[in-house]
C-alpha cells in the first residue's frame, strides 16, 4: 500500500457518507470531506498530523496571500495530488528491498514483537511478565490492516515516549501536547487542516523545493548507539520537524491470508500481525521547536526549549494564555499556528474567524500512558493591543485561582487529618472539581474582556469583583462539600471550624487575592461589595 496513492484513510463526507481516501482527496469539491473518522482518539490526532505534515512539505503557501486565496477558494484537486505523488516514494508501506514510511529498511536481527505493541497504551514484556495488565490485557489484539498499521506507526513515532535503554523518545519529547486551530463552524476538513498551514514566509524559505531528505527513513537512519551521535536541527532538513522517526521499526511483510482488523473491525483485509524492532534510532536533540506545540523557553538560554507535555489532570482554562496568546522567548510561548492565527490570519478570514483551539496528548509517566487528553479552548480574534491588555488581565484572574485552589486543597487535608502534612495521599480530586466548576464562569468574564478596546488600560472593577466572589464562594461551597458530608462520627468539628476559618483568612489576604479585591475596588474588611455584582 502507498499512502500517497491508496484510498486508505476513513473519513466522513458531507452526505454523510462513510468513506476512505487518499490524502489528495482532502481538495475534492463533489461532497466535499469534512472529518476524518478515525477508530481511536489519537489515531484521529494523529491523522490530523499527518494530512498538515503532507501539506506542508508538499503544498506550502508562499505567503499569506496565497494562504488566504486557498482558504477562500479550495485549490484543483488535481494539482494537489501532482504535488503529493512527487513525495509518493516514501511512502510505501511495506517494502522488502527498499524504505518503507517510517521505517528503517536496514533493520536486521531486529526482536520480533506482536504488533499490539505500536499502541502507546499496550502493555509492555515486564508489566506482562508480573501480571499485572489488569485493564488493558495483553492479546486483546492480535492483527491490524495496513491502514491501522501505517496510522500506529506514525501515532508511536510523533509521541515516542521513554522506551528503557537507547529507546529514544519524540522529537518533541515523550507525549507531547499538540494544539490545532480549528474553525467553529462545521466546514470542511480541507478549512481545518489549512488553518495549521504556514505559508513560507512564516516557515523557512528552503521548504520551497522540499527533498527526500525530508525524511529519515529515505536512506540510511541516524543510528545514535556509536559515540551518543544526536540530530540537531543544522543537522537534517527543517521539515523532519514533521517526521521525526526515533523509533527503529520494520513491518514484517502481511501474510497472504484475509482477515479481520482487531482495531477498525474491516473485514476481508490483508492483515499485520507482527514487527521488528531495535534499539538506537534517531537521537533529537537541541533546538527544535514543532509548529504544532506549545513550548517553554530558558530564560537564561542554556536550555533548548521543552515542549509542553500532557499532564495529570488535564487541561483546562488555568492554561488558556499560555496556550493560546504567548509569545514569549523567555518563557511559554503558544504553538506557531497559533499565534499565525491571532495576528493576522484571524482579521483577514472575516466573519469565519471565530475559532477554538484542539488540545490532545498522552500523559505518559515515562513508558506508562496514564491517560489521553483531549480538550477544546477558545480563541478570539486580537490587535496587539487587545491581546496584551487580555494576557495581563486574564493572567490576574488565572493567578487568583491558582492561589484559591491551593488553599482550598490545605484546608481541606488540614481539616480531615490531625498531622496534614505526615499525609501522602493523592488529593487532586478537591483542585479538579474547583478548576471545573469555576470554568464556565471564567470564560464568561473572559468573552468581556476580549470584547473591550485596545486603547483601554484598565479593566473594569466590576470584572475582577465578580470573580473574588465566584471564587471565595465557590471555595467554601466546596470546603464544606468535601469535609462536612461525611459520617458525623469521623468528624473533629474543631479542627474543621479552625481549617475553614483559615481559609476565609488566607482567601481575604494573600498576595493574589489581595491585588484582586484592589483591583475590584473592594476595600478591606467590606465583605458585601463583591457581592453586589454576578458573572453575567
Same mark, same amino acid.
Given at each position: 500500500?502507498?499512502?500517497?496513492?491508496?484510498?486508505?484513510?476513513?473519513?466522513?463526507?458531507?452526505?454523510?457518507?462513510?468513506?476512505?481516501?487518499?490524502p489528495?482527496?482532502?481538495?475534492?469539491?463533489?461532497?466535499?470531506?469534512?472529518?476524518?473518522?478515525?477508530?481511536?482518539?489519537?489515531f484521529?490526532?494523529?491523522?490530523?498530523?499527518?494530512?498538515?505534515?503532507? !501539506?506542508?512539505?508538499?503544498?506550502?503557501?508562499?505567503? *499569506?496571500?496565497?494562504?488566504?486565496?486557498?482558504?477562500?477558494?479550495?485549490?484543483?484537486?488535481?494539482?494537489?495530488?501532482? *504535488? !503529493?505523488?512527487?513525495? %509518493?516514494?516514501?511512502?510505501?508501506?511495506?517494502?522488502?528491498?527498499?524504505p518503507?514510511?517510517?521505517?528503517? *529498511?536496514?533493520?536486521?536481527?531486529?526482536?520480533?514483537?506482536?504488533?499490539?505493541?505500536?499502541?502507546?497504551?499496550?502493555?509492555?514484556?515486564?508489566?506482562?511478565?508480573?501480571?499485572?495488565?489488569?485493564?488493558?490485557?495483553?492479546?486483546?489484539?492480535?492483527?491490524i490492516?495496513?491502514?491501522?498499521?501505517?496510522?500506529?506507526?506514525?501515532? !508511536?513515532?510523533?509521541?515516542?515516549?521513554?522506551?528503557?535503554?537507547?529507546?529514544?523518545? &519524540?522529537?518533541?519529547?515523550?507525549?507531547?501536547?499538540t494544539?490545532?486551530?480549528?474553525?467553529?463552524?462545521?466546514?470542511?476538513?480541507?478549512?481545518?487542516?489549512?488553518?495549521?498551514?504556514?505559508?513560507?514566509?512564516?516557515?523557512?524559505?528552503?521548504?520551497?523545493?522540499?527533498?527526500?531528505?525530508?525524511?529519515?527513513?529515505?536512506?540510511?537512519?541516524?543510528?545514535?548507539?556509536?559515540?551518543?551521535?544526536?540530530?540537531?536541527?543544522?543537522?537534517?532538513?527543517?521539515?523532519?520537524?514533521y517526521?521525526?522517526?526515533?523509533?527503529?521499526?520494520?513491518?514484517?511483510?502481511?501474510?497472504?491470508?484475509?482477515?479481520?482488523?482487531? !482495531?477498525? &473491525?474491516?473485514?476481508?483485509?490483508?492483515?499485520?500481525?507482527?514487527?521488528?524492532?531495535?534499539?538506537? &534510532?534517531?537521537?533529537?536533540?537541541? @533546538?527544535?521547536?514543532?509548529?504544532?506545540?506549545?513550548?517553554?523557553?530558558?530564560?537564561?538560554k542554556?536550555?533548548?526549549?521543552?515542549?509542553i507535555?500532557?499532564? +495529570?489532570?488535564?487541561?483546562?482554562?488555568? *492554561?488558556?494564555?499560555?496556550?493560546?496568546?504567548?509569545?514569549?522567548?523567555?518563557?511559554?510561548?503558544?504553538?506557531?499556528?497559533?499565534?499565525?492565527?491571532?495576528? @493576522?490570519?484571524?482579521?483577514?478570514?472575516?466573519?469565519?474567524?471565530? %475559532?477554538?483551539?484542539?488540545?490532545?496528548?498522552?500523559?505518559?509517566?515515562?513508558?506508562?500512558?496514564?491517560?489521553?487528553?483531549?480538550?477544546?479552548?477558545?480563541?478570539?480574534?486580537?490587535? @496587539?493591543?487587545?491581546?496584551?491588555?487580555?494576557?495581563?488581565?486574564?493572567?490576574?484572574l488565572?493567578?487568583?485561582?491558582?492561589?484559591?485552589?491551593?488553599?482550598?486543597?490545605?484546608?481541606?487535608?488540614?481539616?480531615?487529618?490531625?498531622?496534614?502534612?505526615?499525609?501522602?495521599?493523592?488529593?487532586?480530586?478537591?483542585?479538579?472539581?474547583?478548576?471545573?466548576?469555576?470554568?464556565?464562569?471564567f470564560?464568561?468574564?473572559?468573552?468581556?474582556?476580549t470584547?473591550?478596546? &485596545?486603547?483601554?488600560?484598565?479593566?473594569?472593577?466590576?470584572?475582577?469583583? /465578580?470573580?473574588?466572589?465566584?471564587l471565595?464562594?465557590?471555595?467554601?461551597?466546596?470546603?464544606? @462539600?468535601?469535609?462536612?458530608?461525611?459520617?458525623?462520627?469521623?468528624?473533629?468539628?474543631?479542627?474543621?471550624?479552625?481549617?475553614?476559618?483559615?481559609?476565609?483568612? +488566607?482567601?481575604?489576604?494573600?498576595?493574589?487575592?489581595?491585588?484582586?479585591?484592589v483591583?475590584?475596588?473592594?476595600?478591606?474588611?467590606?465583605?458585601?461589595?463583591?457581592? /453586589?455584582?454576578?458573572?453575567?
Amino acid at each position: 500500500m502507498n499512502l500517497i496513492n491508496d484510498a486508505w484513510m476513513p473519513v466522513i463526507r458531507a452526505s454523510g457518507k462513510k468513506d476512505k481516501i487518499a490524502p489528495w482527496q482532502i481538495a475534492e469539491k463533489d461532497d466535499p470531506v469534512i472529518e476524518l473518522n478515525a477508530p481511536r482518539p489519537d489515531f484521529q490526532g494523529a491523522l490530523y498530523q499527518f494530512l498538515i505534515g503532507l !501539506l506542508q512539505t508538499c503544498f506550502a503557501p508562499t505567503d *499569506h496571500d496565497e494562504w488566504l486565496d486557498f482558504w477562500e477558494n479550495l485549490p484543483d484537486g488535481n494539482a494537489v495530488q501532482a *504535488h !503529493l505523488l512527487f513525495m %509518493a516514494p516514501a511512502f510505501e508501506l511495506i517494502s522488502e528491498s527498499g524504505p518503507a514510511f517510517m521505517q528503517d *529498511h536496514n533493520l536486521k536481527n531486529g526482536e520480533p514483537i506482536n504488533i499490539a505493541s505500536l499502541l502507546i497504551e499496550s502493555p509492555g514484556e515486564n508489566t506482562m511478565r508480573h501480571n499485572l495488565d489488569h485493564f488493558i490485557k495483553r492479546d486483546r489484539i492480535t492483527q491490524i490492516c495496513q491502514s491501522c498499521a501505517a496510522t500506529a506507526l506514525f501515532t !508511536l513515532q510523533i509521541n515516542a515516549p521513554a522506551g528503557g535503554a537507547g529507546y529514544r523518545v &519524540g522529537l518533541r519529547g515523550g507525549g507531547p501536547l499538540t494544539t490545532l486551530v480549528l474553525p467553529n463552524e462545521e466546514i470542511t476538513l480541507w478549512h481545518k487542516l489549512w488553518l495549521n498551514i504556514l505559508d513560507i514566509e512564516n516557515f523557512v524559505d528552503v521548504i520551497r523545493h522540499p527533498t527526500f531528505d525530508v525524511f529519515p527513513w529515505m536512506g540510511n537512519v541516524r543510528i545514535s548507539d556509536k559515540g551518543g551521535l544526536s540530530t540537531r536541527p543544522e543537522d537534517t532538513h527543517p521539515l523532519q520537524v514533521y517526521w521525526g522517526m526515533p523509533r527503529r521499526i520494520k513491518l514484517f511483510p502481511f501474510e497472504d491470508i484475509l482477515g479481520t482488523c482487531d !482495531l477498525c &473491525g474491516a473485514r476481508d483485509v490483508q492483515i499485520i500481525k507482527k514487527y521488528s524492532t531495535l534499539n538506537y &534510532g534517531v537521537n533529537y536533540e537541541g @533546538e527544535w521547536v514543532h509548529p504544532l506545540t506549545p513550548y517553554r523557553f530558558d530564560p537564561k538560554k542554556e536550555k533548548p526549549p521543552l515542549s509542553i507535555k500532557g499532564q +495529570k489532570g488535564g487541561l483546562g482554562y488555568r *492554561h488558556w494564555t499560555s496556550l493560546s496568546l504567548a509569545r514569549s522567548k523567555d518563557a511559554d510561548c503558544a504553538a506557531k499556528v497559533v499565534l499565525a492565527y491571532t495576528g @493576522e490570519r484571524a482579521r483577514d478570514i472575516g466573519s469565519q474567524r471565530i %475559532a477554538r483551539l484542539w488540545c490532545f496528548g498522552y500523559d505518559m509517566d515515562n513508558m506508562k500512558a496514564r491517560c489521553w487528553y483531549d480538550h477544546t479552548l477558545p480563541l478570539f480574534p486580537l490587535d @496587539e493591543k487587545q491581546r496584551e491588555n487580555v494576557l495581563s488581565w486574564s493572567g490576574d484572574l488565572i493567578n487568583a485561582a491558582w492561589d484559591v485552589a491551593g488553599n482550598l486543597r490545605q484546608q481541606v487535608k488540614t481539616a480531615w487529618f490531625r498531622r496534614p502534612g505526615d499525609i501522602k495521599g493523592d488529593m487532586s480530586a478537591v483542585v479538579m472539581e474547583f478548576w471545573q466548576r469555576s470554568e464556565s464562569d471564567f470564560y464568561q468574564l473572559l468573552n468581556r474582556i476580549t470584547n473591550l478596546p &485596545g486603547d483601554q488600560r484598565l479593566a473594569p472593577p466590576e470584572i475582577y469583583a /465578580a470573580w473574588v466572589k465566584r471564587l471565595q464562594d465557590l471555595a467554601y461551597k466546596l470546603f464544606d @462539600e468535601w469535609v462536612l458530608e461525611g459520617p458525623a462520627e469521623d468528624m473533629d468539628m474543631q479542627r474543621i471550624i479552625a481549617a475553614r476559618k483559615e481559609l476565609v483568612k +488566607k482567601l481575604n489576604n494573600s498576595k493574589p487575592m489581595k491585588d484582586l479585591m484592589v483591583k475590584a475596588n473592594i476595600e478591606k474588611g467590606v465583605k458585601n461589595e463583591a457581592k /453586589a455584582v454576578s458573572i453575567p
